[in-house]
């Protein structure tokens, strides 16, 4: 039986995003902070890795928003190491509003434990495993799958340029894993803009998108001042949701930084329930992604 470990957070207003809702990569922030606290309740805080030359890098990181979370609310985030496989170790986490049985979000990140000098997977001792889960190593579940395959990129992809700034890294150098779901949203933000459909149109129009599903998979580390490229087209529009998909790409060499994907849902924003979206706004944005096509990832 592993170890469970509940970390409490109050929602702060900055954490907020434009419809008042806790921002979908605070939840991201709030699952870190967690899953570091619960290391160093089991024993293991990141110094105790680190004068070992050891510690633990996110691969994947999988996230269903079940329920919006406001400013002022308090939520508690339980979270326990599900298996752990020679280098790479499952994490649960479930979110719960203070006083609620029913869960807010659900979510699971894939580490792996790296070697700090030669930045290769190692094994991951005993001693570490029995911290975890000391009644003994938990058995290997059959719950994890393989990243989705994306569908093709669309010649209308919309594609956004940043170097990767000095606020974006993490004590490791690298750019935080949050950080790559900001660009991710910012990109799904803007992708309507040039077929004249801006955010805040949308809003006077009484519609917002919202993200239920995110899935993201870390396959390189981004470093600071490095030209980077997102990418992003949707695909398997359905009356009110849409898959949309990301790609992080380097452009000095090309290398696949990482990619995602991910559900979202059209809402009327004075209801707060999911809507059919505009047709005006479905075939203006026609060009960006197949309208017809049931590819990647569905939830």
Same mark, same amino acid.
């Given at each position: 039986?592993?170890?469970?470990?509940?970390? !409490? #957070?109050?929602?702060?207003?900055?954490?907020?995003?434009?419809?008042?809702?806790? $921002? *979908?990569? *605070?939840? /991201?922030?709030?699952?870190q902070e967690a899953a570091l606290d619960a290391s160093a309740d089991a024993g293991w805080p990141v110094a105790r890795y680190?004068?070992?030359?050891?510690?633990?890098?996110?691969?994947?990181?999988?996230?269903?928003?079940?329920?919006?979370?406001? !400013? &002022?609310?308090?939520?508690?985030?339980t979270t326990w190491v599900e298996d752990v496989r020679r280098v790479r170790s499952l994490r649960r986490y479930e979110f719960r509003r203070e006083g609620e049985d029913d869960l807010a979000a659900r979510a699971s990140s894939e580490w792996v434990y790296i070697n700090l000098e030669t930045h290769q997977p190692t094994h991951v001792p005993d001693e570490v495993i029995y911290a975890y889960a000391p009644e003994g190593p938990p058995e290997h579940t059959n719950s994890r799958g393989h990243f989705p395959t994306l569908p093709p990129q669309p010649a209308g992809a919309f594609t956004q340029r940043h170097h990767v700034a000095w606020?974006?890294?993490d004590t490791a150098g690298h750019?935080? *894993?949050?950080?790559?779901?900001?660009?991710?949203?910012?990109?799904?933000?803007? #992708?309507?803009?040039?077929?004249?459909?801006?955010?805040?149109r949308m809003?006077?129009?009484g519609f917002g998108m919202v993200l239920r599903h995110m899935h993201i998979?870390?396959?390189?580390?981004?470093?600071?001042?490095?030209?980077?490229?997102?990418?992003?087209? #949707?695909?398997?529009?359905?009356? #009110?949701? /849409?898959?949309? !998909?990301? &790609?992080? &790409?380097?452009?000095?060499?090309?290398?696949?930084?990482?990619?995602? &994907?991910?559900?979202?849902?059209?809402?009327?924003?004075?209801?707060?329930?999911?809507?059919?979206?505009?047709?005006?706004?479905?075939?203006?944005?026609?060009? $960006?992604?197949?309208?017809t096509s049931d590819s990647g990832h569905r939830r």
């Open positions: 039986m592993p170890r469970t470990y509940t970390r !409490h #957070f109050r929602v702060r207003h900055y954490e907020c995003d434009i419809y008042g809702h806790l $921002n *979908n990569v *605070n939840y /991201v922030r709030y699952m680190d004068r070992i030359g050891h510690g633990w890098f996110v691969r994947e990181t999988e996230i269903d928003y079940l329920k919006p979370l406001s !400013h &002022t609310e308090r939520v508690g985030i606020r974006d890294l750019m935080n *894993n949050a950080c790559y779901l900001e660009y991710f949203e910012d990109a799904a933000a803007e #992708f309507a803009r040039p077929y004249g459909w801006p955010i805040q809003i006077e129009a998979q870390y396959l390189q580390p981004a470093l600071l001042d490095e030209e980077i490229e997102v990418a992003t087209w #949707f695909s398997g529009l359905h009356s #009110f949701r /849409v898959n949309r !998909h990301f &790609t992080m &790409t380097r452009i000095r060499d090309g290398a696949l930084l990482a990619r995602a &994907t991910s559900l979202w849902v059209c809402i009327d924003l004075a209801t707060k329930r999911p809507m059919r979206a505009p047709k005006a706004y479905v075939e203006a944005c026609a060009p $960006n992604g197949a309208l």
